[in-house]
């Protein structure tokens, strides 16, 4: 492990960061000038003066998306502040880069009060396609995303939360397919109740399973329980209709399918053991899983994913958002809407074909250059069913621009 | 015009705007992905949450510009508002780049309120190695530069007080050694009291002159004049000794400079006429300046300056902030003082050497690429010298790593 922080320290400091601002127009002389500055540049600003999606068609908004974290919730590191949270979101603009074709800028706020940072996003976004918010801890999270999706007519979309929970519910769809079980059947545990935990919860729902139980680090999330802060208690609303209650060793007991978004280690052997028939484990802390795929499959897992690039099934997260973004961008969608969610997750099941299919291929590896097109087609063709996109193209039309601007044509 | 219109529509149509946002860096593989990612991005984090000047040493903030504005006075088409102002920022971040080797981003905010724009660049601090202010109306933008350069441990920098007015001054030193005249014995007039000509009026006495007198929409401005704003009353208290009162007409008689900062054709060629002996014209209006360059040698001016380039001695602001901003960020200073804006202003004019001097070449042209790299020597050497830099670069150091940024390497 010092090997790799010798080496990321190095990779930073000789790069200086990761980014830059690049020009898509040369200016080699007046006229280049005259085009670029003034006195040219006065009359894309009168058009748009007179009509303000105009600044769709002459400046960069298309493309850009801001990047908003206050590093409150960076990786697994916790609260380390707006500064030291800029190495992960100049990262993050990096893979936008490389797996969508966006041009996305780290926007790092210096304040912890949701309300600043909703009306900092606010007065920001003239600028920028998309907002991305990033490593915001909950519950703020939530006001702070309900409130810009409110506010903003562009997409808003938190990765921690969605991003994860899109590429789960991926794998998950084709993990049915092999243990041949059905969504509406399945008694789902999602160890965590953050971000990642509550979206999660959300979209398997939506795509139709009936019993699904969160835990926090107190147990099982039930309604009536004590304490529960107001993400919770929504949850609680919407999940675990037996009321059962316990600790995760006890909600284990006949599960199909462990969804762990919480830390190291939590899961034994002795739980997997104690699950329904052919169990899905999908132990996605970071860096390290809930459990060791290793003991997961002693313990009689059918189906083993983690965070991790050195075992099956990584759920990685660069595997949704670029795409997701592309897709919503390059119709101007006005949000990113549950059914675009779900069609991300359909297209990322479909790439897998029922040939390859198998229980160590559930979910496309992350350097598939299918996936960031094929996602973006369909979450563009989900904007324009449900009415949220400003521009009508075809799933074919979605695609091919998709393909160019991540080729970066 | 109708030409320049359609062109520059279509400029800027053609490449969706003029910006992008590239990486320093390649994903190529999981490799890769693990040292700008999860899980090496972790380890610059950590360092900057340890270090928190460190964010200089593993992210791009030595190099990233927050170019701000509301659209509030945008060139000369007034207040437009944030969306409209786009294009020109978007421009500006072109000539950062060209000019200065500088990673500007555009960031405009959708606001009037001085507090509110404080506030919102406080909180977006962190990315930025320097702020670049820009066209946001007078009075407004005087507090809210006042204001930032307290509350932030950066370069800030309102580029349209300063910027013409360090160029302006430039020019004015290489023209007083034709006409052989001294700053101290100068009446300079100015017309404009907004942004420009407030800065212009500080930095001419700053360097010697006595007699500067300021005009705005109602005549000149003197001490105990009535409704005059915060700004205009601290410059009565500087300005105008002799409390000459009048319009531009009276003011002009005897003057040895007019600086116009104001709009098209309001000096006429008999006002000219009614200055001191060799007098020196810039007629800095942008599209069309104060007099027609022509007019004004025919009312005898020695040297005549304008904003544009189809004329002599053009004043044009690239020739400023994009070497200001690399010497100040090369050194890491902690601001823009007044030194350093002198020795910008001083660097300018030293370019024209003795040999070439004459009254139709005071002043560099914009595509001289000495520029950029002497500039930023200067203002990085004023920096080291005034105890605002935190890192000691020598000229010749300086003048070298200038040279390698702007070039790109």
């Known amino acids: 492990m010092d090997d790799l922080k010798n080496r990321a320290l190095k990779f930073h400091e000789d790069n200086l960061g990761k980014l830059k601002v690049a020009t898509k127009v040369a200016v080699n002389d007046e006229d280049d000038l005259t ?16 009509n303000s999606d105009d600044v769709y068609k002459y400046t960069n908004k298309s493309n850009f998306v801001a990047i908003v974290s206050n590093g409150t919730a960076v990786l697994g ?58 490593d915001i801890k909950a519950p703020e999270c939530f006001l702070i995303e309900d409130r810009l999706k409110q506010e903003l007519p562009i997409p808003v979309f938190h990765d921690d939360q969605h991003g994860t929970a899109i ?27 953050g971000a990642a935990g509550v979206s999660l919860a959300r979209i398997i729902i939506k795509k139709g399973a009936k019993n699904v139980i969160l835990l926090d680090s107190r147990g099982a999330i039930y309604k009536g329980r004590k304490n529960l802060n107001i993400s919770k208690e929504q949850m609680a609303e919407i999940t675990n209709p037996n009321l059962e209650k316990g600790d995760l060793a006890e909600i ?3 599960a199909d399918v462990f969804l762990g978004v919480s830390v190291a280690d939590v899961l034994t052997e002795d739980m997997v ?3 329904a028939n052919n169990p899905i484990v999908f132990a996605m802390a970071n860096p ?55 069609a991300a997750a359909d297209a990322l099941a479909e790439l897998v074909s029922e040939a390859e299919l198998n229980s160590e291929y559930v979910i496309p590896k992350p350097f598939d250059t299918r996936v960031g097109p094929h996602v973006a087609a369909a979450v563009a063709q ?17 695609f091919k621009r998709a393909t160019e601007k991540i080729r970066g044509e």
């Open 35 to 50: 085009l670029a500055y003034s006195p040219g540049v006065a009359y894309p600003c009168l058009e748009i003066a007179k």
């Open 77 to 134: 590191l916790g609260n380390i502040g707006a500064r030291a949270s800029i190495p992960v979101m100049e990262g993050k603009s990096v893979l936008f880069k490389e797996f969508g074709g966006v041009d996305g800028f780290p926007i790092c706020l210096d304040t912890e009060d949701p309300e600043e940072i909703i009306k900092t996003v606010v007065r920001l976004e003239p600028v920028f396609g998309g907002i991305n918010l990033e």
């Open 167 to 193: 590429i789960t519910l991926g794998a998950l769809i084709n993990s049915l397919k092999i243990v041949d079980k059905e969504f509406k059947d399945l008694k789902v545990v999602i160890n965590g109740a």
């Open 252 to 254: 284990c007991k006949n």
């Open 273 to 275: 053991k104690s699950m």
């Open 288 to 342: 390290n899983p809930e459990i060791d795929p290793k003991l997961a499959l002693k313990g009689g897992a059918k189906i083993v994913g983690t965070g991790r690039s050195d075992y099956p099934n990584q759920i990685n997260n660069v595997l949704a958002f670029p795409g997701i973004f592309r897709g919503a961008m390059d119709v101007m969608a006005r949000e990113i809407n549950m059914e675009m969610k779900l």
């Open 382 to 398: 989900a904007a324009v069913e449900t009415g949220v996109a400003r521009i009508n193209l075809s799933y074919e039309e979605a």
